[in-house]
């Protein structure tokens, strides 16, 4: 069975600082889809990264980096330079490869505040 | 110019009824999805569709379909509401691009009510 760890329930961070989102997760498959998701406090639901699990390249769009560590079934997300607009909650998601999103399993969701 | 339309963006209604939301993407992607997030905010995927294959999520019960009379759109029916059916109900449809990278939209929601 899957599952999808997101152990912080809420962050709260002063504007500028950096905060990393943890999202640690349980498969058996070997071939696996990870994703984030943003959800400011309007609501809207924001796709942000879908990640394969044979890439294990770090990535970074903007303030925004992914560090995938597949030895700690790990997949953190991290703001660099945090902003109020930032605030939000972030859902982590894990998938079969094979089902694409179709399979996916939800963390919780961290709720992120940023102060100004 | 919306790149994923969901309709109605509210719905209320009555425990027993039938009722459909429907969900239009311009983007041109191959697949579409319905998501689920309950009152405690829990997320949880419905249906994945794209011209070729249906996945369902085991847990949704029968009494919601999906229905795309195209590659554009992705409705979805719910019959007999109940009112655990209360939520909000995302459509979304996503594209993997020439470079390898996902793009993916939601539509707004909409928050149904059973009462």
């Known amino acids: 069975a899957q599952k999808v760890t997101q152990a912080q329930t809420e962050i709260s961070v002063v504007e500028k600082e950096d905060v990393t989102l943890d999202c640690v997760y349980e498969?058996?498959?070997?071939?696996?889809?990870l994703f984030w998701y943003k959800q400011p406090p309007s609501g809207e639901l924001v796709f942000l990264i879908r990640r394969n699990s044979f890439d294990e390249q770090n990535e970074i769009s903007g303030r925004y980096s992914w560090n995938f560590q597949k030895s700690t079934s790990s997949f953190n997300f991290t703001i660099t330079a945090s902003q109020v607009v930032d605030s939000a909650v972030y859902f982590c998601?894990?998938?079969?490869?094979?089902?694409?999103?179709?399979?996916?399993?939800f963390g919780d969701g961290t709720t992120l505040t940023v102060k100004p | 110019d919306t790149a994923v339309s969901q309709t109605p963006k509210y719905l209320v209604t009555q425990m027993g009824n039938d009722k459909s939301i429907k969900c239009e993407q311009n983007l041109g992607h191959d697949t579409m999805y319905w998501y689920k997030q309950d009152s405690k905010k829990f997320l949880k995927i419905m249906f994945s569709y794209n011209n070729k294959e249906l996945i369902i999520n085991e847990t949704v019960p029968n009494r919601f379909s999906p229905k795309s009379p195209d590659k554009a759109h992705l409705n979805l029916h719910i019959n007999s509401l109940e009112l655990g059916d209360s939520a909000v109900y995302f459509c979304a449809s996503s594209q993997v691009k020439g470079n390898g990278k996902t793009e993916a939209f939601f539509g707004q929601g909409t928050r149904l009510t059973v009462v």
């Open positions: 498969t058996r498959d070997t071939t696996y889809y």
């Open positions: 998601a894990l998938s079969e490869a094979m089902r694409d999103a179709g399979k996916s399993t």
